[in-house]
């Protein structure tokens, strides 16, 4: 009996060895400003990329180093390093995204690095984005925040061969919607999806993308302190976007103003105040992009949503991933159900949880399309007539279990067809004049459905939910 204690008790004692790391960056690109400071940040700060906590020092060989805190041995860390926040993140060779670094406590006490690139190197890596995005202003100011902040414009691919206005989507995270050169863990690819589905035929809007603010962006994106992350800056940044933003862009861009034209798109806490905004500002807002949405940094969000209630039709569109785990998911659900129990019906709310969802860019990259279409829907898919198809009317849209559509011939139509967005014939009718079908075997998505009338073509677009 003693024998065994005695080995419990040496295991125990393995187990709690205390590990420690010092990392030592050997090189840094040489068009490195002298003047900056560089940073670590991880999992282990919650991704802070300006935490001063985790700032590097020069030790006497004139290199960056910093020793972290101590951790049981077998410890497992993430990490990347900036120069203060995510538009400075470091990059691969060629400017492209690379993978978080990572660390187990126990295996070495110091560990070299180098520093290949930085994302804001200009000459240095390659852009991805498209030639209709640009940046309309590096230091657009923010009153509200007595701030500075880049500012991107997507323009839809028709805009300077008309005098048409067009909606208007708001996005956060700007670094990350078009340029996977500035961005932190790859990019939304938003102007590629847009511009394919120009070319598909749908129209597309305006997107504003808003960089966040590093160090700065959970407080920015949470309208309440968090005793832990901080935060409460969300009222500010709103009126931002509200009373200087958008004037700023209706007064430059050819836009329409009104709130059926005006959406808000994040993710993370980028979802949460988007959520917030719509609802706050409910006379400015039509739809709101809510992805991944960080409800659980806050009880307070539940008693604003109740105080707010439902003043205008709002499109609220929710996506979670099973795999961002229990806070995320539970907390998407509850907010269905109290926009639900506030008055917000069926075609206001479209929430989904992906079994494979994960808490990424690539996530919601798969999932911008959709929703999209479903926010803007009645704009997207307004038919295009030089292609030679008249309008079917379908209601509701998005369609459940049944589609339901209108034609200007009241009469047998010799062919009907719906195809996804590759072009795949999903289901097929013939001679036939019904004009309710059942569409419940569709997968969730945009489909195209065409009917074809004594040589006259007719054509829609819907969203199967």
Not at 195 to 203: A, K, P, R, S, V
Request: net charge negative.
């Amino acid at each position: 009996m003693k024998k065994l204690i005695i080995s419990t008790t040496l295991i125990l004692l393995v187990n709690l060895i205390i590990g420690q790391v010092t990392f030592i960056i050997n090189d840094i690109p040489d068009y490195t400003p002298t003047e900056d400071l560089i940073y670590l940040a991880g999992d282990l700060n919650g991704w802070d990329p300006g935490n001063p906590d985790f700032v590097l020092t020069k030790n006497s060989n004139e290199q960056w180093e910093i020793t972290l805190p101590n951790e049981p041995s077998g410890t497992t860390i993430q990490f990347k390093f900036t120069r203060g926040d995510w538009s400075t993140v470091e990059k691969g060779a060629q400017g492209e995204e690379i993978a978080n670094r990572e660390f187990v406590y126990g295996n070495r006490d110091t560990v070299f690095v180098d520093i290949l690139n930085w994302a804001d190197n200009g000459g240095g890596g390659n852009s991805t984005a498209a030639e209709n995005v640009s940046v309309m202003d590096d230091n657009f100011h923010m009153p509200q925040l007595n701030r500075d902040r880049r500012i991107w414009v997507y323009l839809p691919p028709d805009y300077d061969s008309n005098n048409e206005k067009y909606p208007v989507l708001y996005m956060h995270d700007g670094q990350n919607l078009f340029d996977t050169f500035t961005s932190y863990a790859g990019e939304w690819e938003v102007d590629e999806t847009l511009n394919e589905l120009y070319d598909e035929g749908y129209q597309v809007p305006i997107v504003v993308g808003i960089d966040n603010g590093g160090g700065e962006r959970i407080n920015e994106y949470t309208p309440w302190v968090n005793s832990e992350y901080g935060g409460g800056q969300g009222s500010e940044y709103m009126e931002f976007l509200v009373n200087t933003l958008k004037p700023h862009i209706d007064e430059n861009y050819r836009t329409h103003t009104n709130r059926e034209h005006t959406g808000i798109m994040g993710s993370s806490l980028g979802g949460l105040i988007s959520l917030y905004g719509a609802l706050k500002y409910q006379d400015v807002y039509g739809s709101s992009g809510i992805f991944s949405p960080a409800y659980w940094i806050s009880d307070s969000v539940w008693a604003f949503t109740n105080d707010m209630g439902k003043q205008q039709s709002i499109k609220f569109y929710q996506i979670i991933g099973t795999l961002e785990g229990e806070d995320y998911v539970s907390g998407m659900w509850q907010m269905d159900s109290v926009l639900q129990d506030l008055g917000y019906g069926e075609n206001e709310i479209f929430s989904k949880e992906d079994p494979t969802g994960s808490h990424n860019e690539a996530y919601w990259r798969a999932n911008f399309r959709e929703a999209f279409l479903w926010m803007f829907a009645e704009f997207a898919n307004d038919i295009d007539e030089n292609h030679g198809y008249n309008k079917i009317v379908i209601s509701p849209n998005p369609v459940g279990d049944h589609l339901r559509f209108t034609i200007p011939e009241n009469s047998n139509y010799d062919s009907l067809r719906i195809m996804d967005t590759s072009g795949k014939v999903c289901f097929a009718l013939d001679n036939s004049s019904e004009n309710t079908i059942p569409v419940e075997s569709l997968k969730p998505g945009s489909y195209i459905i065409v009917i074809s009338i004594d040589n006259n073509n007719y054509s829609g677009k819907f969203i199967k939910k």
